[in-house]
C-alpha cells in the first residue's frame, strides 16, 4: 500500500504543470537559473530555440527535470535581443505565431527587425518561447550588442570576424575591475542610438535603486515647504538652513523708517534687537533663538562682508498685516483671487524696494535720499 501510494504521489507530481521561467539579462548563472528564472548566460550556454507554444510544460518535461524551458519576458524584444543563436527558420515560426506578416524573400536580419519592434497584442501575448537542452553546452558565448532595428549603417560582418567576437578574452594590460566594468556596459548598457521604446531589462538592484530614489523624491521631507525668516519666501524644507542667531547681523535687518504703530508683534521683537523678521521662519518666537534662512539670504548675511539680503522684509518688503485696522484685515480675507494678484504684482515691483549705491563709498543711500 505503501509502494502505491509513494508511486502515485510521484506519478501527479511529474504531471503537474509547472509556470514558465523569466528571462534575466546576466552575464553570469544566477542560483534559481531554470526554476523561477533564467539567465542569458545560461541560455545562451545550455539551450537552443525549440518551438512557440501557449502549453504549459509537465513537471517531468521542464528543466531541470526535463530538457524543455519555457520562457516568457516583458516583451518579443528581450528574447531577441539576448539570443542570438536563431535562424531564418526559427524568425518565421516566432513571426508566425505572433501574426507578424513576413514574405519569402525577407532575409534573417529583417525577420529579426519585425520581431524586436513588435508589440503584442490579446492574440499573442500569452504565447511563450520554448527553449530545448543542447546535447553539448557550448564552449563560446557572449552577449552582442544588436543594432537599431532596420539600420541602414549596419553591415553584418564576416563569418570569422563574426566567430572571433564571441571569445571574451582579458589582454595583458586590462585589469579585473576593468573587465569587470566592460562586462557590465556590455550586458546592462544600451547602445547611445537605441530607441528608448525597447529598455534594457534591468537587474533587481537596479530596480529597487530606482523604487528608493522615487520614494525619496515623494516624500512627506522632501514635498514639504517652509518660508525662511528674513524674506518670508516659501520654499522646500530641504533649501533651509538653521543658523545660529549669534552668526547673523540683525541690525542688517532692521528698518527704522517704518512707523513705531506697525512694527510687528507677533514675536520677541526687542529681543532680536528690532529686526523685521517672519515669524513662522523662527525657532521660538519669544526668545531669541536660531532661525531659518533660503540659500539666498544665508549667503548674504553669513559671509566675509555680509550686507542686507535685497529681498528682505526689512527692505521696503514688509506691511504689517498683523497691525491692520479690522476693516482692511477683513477686506484682504474677504478679496477675490484677481484682487491679490493685483496688490501682489504692485508689491513685487523692484522700483520699491531696490535702491541706488553711492557712487563713491559703494554703500546704499538712505531710504530718504534714495533714488527710485
Not at 173 to 202: N, S
Request: glycine share 2%; with cysteine.
Amino acid at each position: 500500500m505503501a509502494a502505491a501510494s509513494s508511486s502515485s504521489v510521484v506519478s501527479s507530481t511529474s504531471s503537474f504543470l509547472v509556470p514558465p521561467v523569466s528571462l534575466v539579462v546576466s552575464d553570469q548563472e544566477l542560483l534559481d537559473d531554470g526554476s523561477l528564472v533564467v539567465s542569458s548566460c545560461v541560455l545562451h550556454k545550455f539551450f537552443e530555440f525549440y518551438e512557440v507554444s501557449r502549453v504549459r510544460r509537465a513537471f517531468r518535461d521542464q528543466y531541470p527535470a526535463g530538457r524543455f524551458l519555457p520562457v516568457t519576458a516583458p516583451t518579443l524584444r528581450h528574447v531577441i535581443d539576448n539570443f542570438p543563436y536563431m535562424s531564418r527558420g526559427h524568425y518565421a515560426t516566432i513571426a508566425g505565431a505572433h501574426f507578424v506578416s513576413i514574405r519569402t524573400s525577407d532575409r534573417k536580419d529583417h525577420l529579426r527587425d519585425l520581431l524586436r519592434v513588435h508589440v503584442c497584442d490579446t492574440r499573442c501575448v500569452n504565447n511563450l518561447v520554448v527553449f530545448q537542452l543542447l546535447k553539448t553546452p557550448r564552449r563560446y558565448f557572449a552577449h552582442e550588442m544588436m543594432p537599431d532595428p532596420f539600420s541602414v549603417l549596419f553591415k553584418p560582418a564576416s563569418r570569422n570576424r563574426a566567430t572571433r567576437s564571441k571569445h571574451i578574452v582579458m589582454t595583458d594590460g586590462e585589469t579585473p575591475q576593468a573587465k569587470q566594468r566592460r562586462q557590465t556596459c556590455v550586458t546592462h548598457d544600451a547602445p547611445d542610438d537605441c530607441d528608448g521604446a525597447f529598455p534594457i531589462l534591468l537587474s533587481f538592484d537596479d530596480k529597487k535603486s530606482i523604487i528608493a530614489e522615487w520614494q525619496q523624491q515623494m516624500s512627506q521631507t522632501s514635498l514639504r515647504r517652509s518660508p525662511c525668516a528674513c524674506c518670508a519666501h516659501n520654499v522646500p524644507a530641504t533649501e533651509l538652513v538653521l543658523v545660529d542667531i549669534q552668526k547673523v547681523p540683525l541690525h542688517l535687518l532692521r528698518n527704522d523708517c517704518l512707523p513705531e504703530h506697525t512694527l510687528p508683534q507677533t514675536y520677541a521683537f526687542e529681543l532680536y534687537e528690532r529686526a523685521i523678521l517672519y515669524p513662522k521662519g523662527l525657532q521660538d518666537l519669544w526668545a531669541k533663538s536660531d532661525i531659518y534662512l533660503c540659500r539666498t539670504c544665508r549667503s548674504a548675511l553669513v559671509s566675509k562682508s555680509p550686507r542686507q539680503p535685497v529681498n528682505s522684509l526689512a527692505n521696503f518688503q514688509y506691511y504689517a498685516h498683523e497691525r491692520l485696522p479690522p476693516l482692511i484685515r477683513s477686506a484682504f480675507l474677504e478679496a477675490s483671487v484677481y484682487d491679490l494678484m493685483l496688490v501682489s504684482r504692485a508689491r513685487a515691483s523692484q522700483i520699491v524696494h531696490h535702491y541706488a549705491y553711492k557712487p563713491s563709498s559703494g554703500s546704499h543711500w538712505t531710504a530718504e535720499e534714495a533714488s527710485q
